[in-house]
């Protein structure tokens, strides 16, 4: 019930194209989904985050969509950059109980954005 | 403000060794979380200090340790190394995850048992 899926694996996309990434949970008490950007040798980035209060939030390029009946959430990056190509990682985390400060992450997904 | 500053970024140690690993966290932030990341199992959970107290932990086994000092510096204790060790430890500081869930990462640190 802790896990996060996320799909696909892998996605190739080309310059100035769409990049979807979708992941799905079981668990009903996650109330906060952020999304991290990782780089080679680097450690993952806050990309950006939603709560289940809103069914989309958008900054720049990205734009997450939250659909809390289905549990699924995904991660849309408008006009895809080559600058954009690293791995993805969808998390979600619980604010009560007793699960402080972790993070459950699906499996990442490795973007290739090709000129 | 500085980010989450980990050392070392790399570490390599022999089977059987321990090892000590250390993060600071963005100045302001009370919560130290710490991750092992390998490419099989993804990102995994260690555990979680705040003000000096650990309030969660991962399944991993009690080889696996942690502190968090008064200044919010945190370590973490890998004693009795073995070769599944070999991963990227990551520690992340938010101000209160209860609060303010926003984590943010450092570089890592490599560890590479041979």
């Known amino acids: 019930q802790q896990q996060v899926k996320q799909s696909p694996q892998s996605l190739i996309v080309q310059k100035g194209g769409i990049s979807i990434i979708n992941c799905a949970y079981e668990?009903?008490?996650?109330?906060?989904f952020p999304w991290y950007q990782q780089f080679p040798g680097k450690g993952p980035a806050l990309l950006i985050a939603?709560?289940?209060?809103?069914s989309e939030k958008k900054e720049g390029r990205f734009t997450i969509s939250f659909n809390k009946s289905a549990k699924q959430f995904s991660l849309h990056i408008m006009d895809s950059q080559p600058g954009d190509s690293a791995t993805y990682f969808c998390?979600?985390?619980?604010?009560?109980?007793?699960?402080?400060?972790?993070?459950?992450f699906g499996q990442g997904t490795i973007l290739t954005v090709h000129p | 403000k500085a980010g989450v500053t980990q050392t070392p970024r790399y570490l390599i140690k022999t089977r059987g060794q321990q090892v000590t690993l250390s993060c600071s966290p963005i100045?302001?932030?009370?919560?130290v979380s710490w991750y092992q990341q390998t490419p099989g199992q993804g990102l995994q959970f260690l555990f979680e200090?705040?003000?000096?107290?650990?309030?969660n932990k991962g399944n991993f086994p009690g080889r696996f340790s942690g502190r968090q000092f008064s200044n919010s510096r945190s370590e973490m204790n890998v004693s009795t190394l073995e070769l599944g060790d070999s991963a990227l430890y990551l520690c992340?500081?938010?101000?209160?995850?209860?609060?303010?869930?926003?984590?943010?990462f450092g570089q890592g640190t490599r560890l590479t048992v041979v």
């Open positions: 992340a500081s938010s101000l209160d995850p209860g609060q303010a869930p926003e984590a943010f």
């Open positions: 668990n009903t008490a996650f109330d906060y």
């Open positions: 939603i709560r289940p209060d809103v």
């Open positions: 998390a979600a985390s619980e604010s009560g109980g007793t699960s402080y400060g972790k993070l459950t």
């Open positions: 100045s302001g932030h009370r919560s």
């Open positions: 200090y705040f003000s000096e107290t650990q309030r």
